[in-house]
């Protein structure tokens, strides 16, 4: 069973970094694409960042980039997101997520996603 576990999330002041990760178990995650969301209350989930299977693609939120970067450590089946020059716009929880399938780009949309992990709250005060 594919399982997803976040951490890393806290309080920061604005202006300050957080590195969130992802850990994969259940399978190697080396073959799929994966992705960041947030949900801030009472707002629908949205995408932040996502990354291909190999690690050369990128794809970000215009809210996202130049701020945040998304990396993937495959030896060690852990996705991250360094959140640099954070807002209070940025409190959220934050989820990551993966599909089902080998080598299907997932891109933006949270519905292409298959797994989700339990998410880690971020919060940034002003």
């Known amino acids: 069973q594919v399982q997803l576990v976040e951490s890393g999330g806290g309080l920061v002041q604005a202006g300050g970094s957080l590195r969130l990760s992802c850990v994969t178990s259940?399978?190697?995650?080396?073959?799929?694409?994966m992705g960041w969301f947030r949900q801030a209350p009472g707002k629908e989930r949205e995408f932040v960042a996502a990354?291909?299977?190999?690690?050369?693609?990128?794809y970000y939120a215009t809210s996202a980039k130049d701020r945040f970067t998304i990396s993937r450590d495959n030896a060690k089946n852990t996705m991250y997101l360094q959140m640099n020059s954070l807002k209070p716009e940025d409190t959220a929880v934050y989820y990551c997520?993966?599909?089902?399938?080998?080598?299907?780009?997932?891109?933006?949309?949270?519905?292409?996603?298959?797994?989700w992990g339990q998410g880690t709250q971020v919060t940034v005060s002003s």
């Open positions: 997520a993966t599909g089902r399938s080998k080598f299907v780009p997932l891109r933006t949309t949270s519905g292409s996603y298959d797994y």
């Open positions: 259940g399978r190697t995650s080396s073959s799929y694409d």
């Open positions: 990354i291909s299977w190999s690690g050369g693609d990128t």
